[in-house]
Nanobody, 126 residues
Framework: QVQLVESGGGLVQAGGSLRLSCAAS????????MGWFRQAPGKEREFVAG????????GYADSVKGRFTISRDNAKNTVFLQMTSLKPEDTAVYYC???????????????????WGQGTQVTVSS
């Protein structure tokens, strides 16, 4: 079992930046591939970014490439999502996810993750 707690969401103007954090507790953090997903009202949950167990491989949705950066600090059991040049369409609840068996090839598939945080709201005003 692993427990995930997101933080860092809030209200920001378009063009601004936010840094989300996801703190993990439980089993060895570096056993888990980590992902960030988001869900806007009335829409399905979508992949944002993922990072391999030791950070050597990352993946991003096309909509956030060049604007968002995922990173992890295994010593602090934390994964981060640095978001820049935010747009109103980035408004959503952002979720952190973890899984022991998911691979980098399938890090964008929400159903492959067993553990989820409660989410943090990000609102970008125009």
């Amino acid at each position: 079992q692993v427990q995930l707690v997101e933080s860092g969401g809030g209200l920001v103007q378009a063009g601004g930046s936010l840094r989300l954090s996801c703190a993990a507790s439980g089993r060895t953090f570096n056993n888990y591939l980590m992902g960030w997903f988001r869900q806007a009202p009335g829409k399905e949950r979508e992949f944002v970014a993922g990072i391999s167990r030791f950070g050597g491989s990352t993946g991003y949705a096309d909509s956030v490439k060049g604007r968002f950066t995922i990173s992890r600090d295994n010593a602090k059991n934390t994964v981060f999502l640095q978001m820049t040049s935010l747009k109103p369409e980035d408004t959503a609840v952002y979720y952190c996810a973890a899984d022991f068996t998911v691979s980098t090839d399938t890090m964008n598939v929400a159903s492959r993750y067993d553990y989820w945080g409660q989410g943090t709201q990000v609102t970008v005003s125009s």
